[in-house]
């Protein structure tokens, strides 16, 4: 049975609080799921409780994720921000890392995940870079290549400001 909770999107401007139906104590938890736990308090957001753990945005959302799933948190709010798009010149990069990993029909697996996902190129927000590598990481056959892959977009995440 799916609940709610575990079907939500994740980005940086969400807030998250406690469920009150599951206590952390009835699973079984990794140390740095338990440190978000302590971290979530219903006024922090996904960035906030990131940065206050040195945790990039993609271990972040996977963390955060997986608290959902379990339904040891839920969604509180979030704040509002303007909101911010990827740069052209991204998916530039993203085209190039990938034809380096899958070879020359990577631009047809990305056209065909960007319909799939119904992802406008001009208005992907930034948060959303980490779905996107994770989609087009789950073409790579080669573990290898797929690390590489996404070692180098995480790089290449960190420049967009």
Do not use: C
Request: net charge negative; aromatic share 6%; no cysteine.
């Amino acid at each position: 049975m799916s609940d709610s909770r575990s079907q939500a999107h994740i980005n940086n401007n969400q807030i998250y609080v406690l469920a009150r139906d599951k206590s952390p104590t009835e699973v079984s938890l990794k140390s740095a799921e338990w440190a978000i736990i302590t971290q979530v308090d219903g006024e922090k957001t996904v960035a906030d409780v990131a940065a206050a753990l040195a945790l990039n945005t993609v271990e972040s959302f996977v963390l955060f994720k997986g608290l959902l799933e379990k339904n040891l948190i839920e969604l509180s709010g979030s704040k509002t921000v303007e909101e911010q798009y990827v740069p052209q010149s991204f998916f530039e990069v993203l085209k190039k890392e990938f034809i380096d990993v899958v070879g020359p029909v990577a631009p047809f697996i990305i056209s065909d995940v960007i319909v799939e996902h119904e992802i406008k190129m001009d208005r992907l927000k930034k948060e959303m870079i980490p779905e996107l590598i994770e989609v087009l990481s789950d073409e790579i056959s080669d573990e290898t290549k797929k690390v590489k892959f996404q070692q180098n977009m995480l790089n290449h995440m960190r420049g967009i400001s």
